[in-house]
C-alpha cells in the first residue's frame, strides 16, 4: 500500500489550465502504476489518465491532446497538467496507485478496480 495526497484544484475559466500534484509515500513505488480518474457530480468515476514506471502513459479519449500526466520518480510526485479546460471537466480528481503486476493489457491501466490506493481527491471548477 501507499499513501497519496492530492493537490492543485481550483476555480479556472473555461480554456484555462491547472496542475494537479499527487505526492506518493510508500515502498516499492517503482511497480505501480500511477493514475488520474474524476467523477461528476451524479456520475460514476472516470478514468482520466495513467503512467506506467516504464514510461508509457493512457489518457482518456476526452482529455487527450488537452491534459499531460508526467511522474517525477526523485520527488515521488505524479502531476496532471490540465490544459483548454472545459465545464465538463468539472469533478473531484482522485490520484490512484495499483501494483502493475496486477494488470495485464492495456485496458487494465484504465479500470479503477486495479487500483487500491486512492488520494482524498481534489475539486476542480470550470466556469463557462
Known amino acids: 500500500q501507499v499513501q497519496l495526497v492530492e493537490s492543485g484544484g481550483g476555480l479556472v475559466q473555461a480554456g484555462g489550465s491547472l496542475r494537479l500534484s499527487c505526492v506518493v509515500s510508500?515502498?516499492?513505488?517503482?511497480?505501480?502504476?500511477m493514475a488520474w480518474f474524476r467523477q461528476a457530480p451524479g456520475k460514476g468515476r472516470e478514468f482520466v489518465a495513467a503512467?506506467?514506471?516504464?514510461?508509457?502513459?493512457y489518457y482518456a479519449d476526452s482529455v487527450k491532446g488537452r491534459f499531460t500526466i508526467s511522474r517525477d520518480n526523485a520527488v515521488s510526485t505524479v502531476y496532471l497538467q490540465m490544459n483548454s479546460l472545459k465545464p465538463e471537466d468539472t469533478a473531484v480528481y482522485y490520484c490512484?496507485?495499483?501494483?502493475?503486476?496486477?494488470?495485464?493489457?492495456?485496458?487494465?491501466?484504465?479500470?479503477?478496480?486495479?487500483?487500491?490506493?486512492w488520494g482524498q481527491g481534489t475539486q476542480v471548477t470550470v466556469s463557462s
Open positions: 510508500g515502498r516499492y513505488l517503482s511497480t505501480y502504476v
Open positions: 490512484a496507485a495499483g501494483q502493475e503486476l496486477k494488470m495485464s493489457g492495456s485496458s487494465a491501466y484504465t479500470d479503477a478496480d486495479n487500483f487500491g490506493s
Open positions: 503512467h506506467r514506471w516504464i514510461g508509457r502513459t
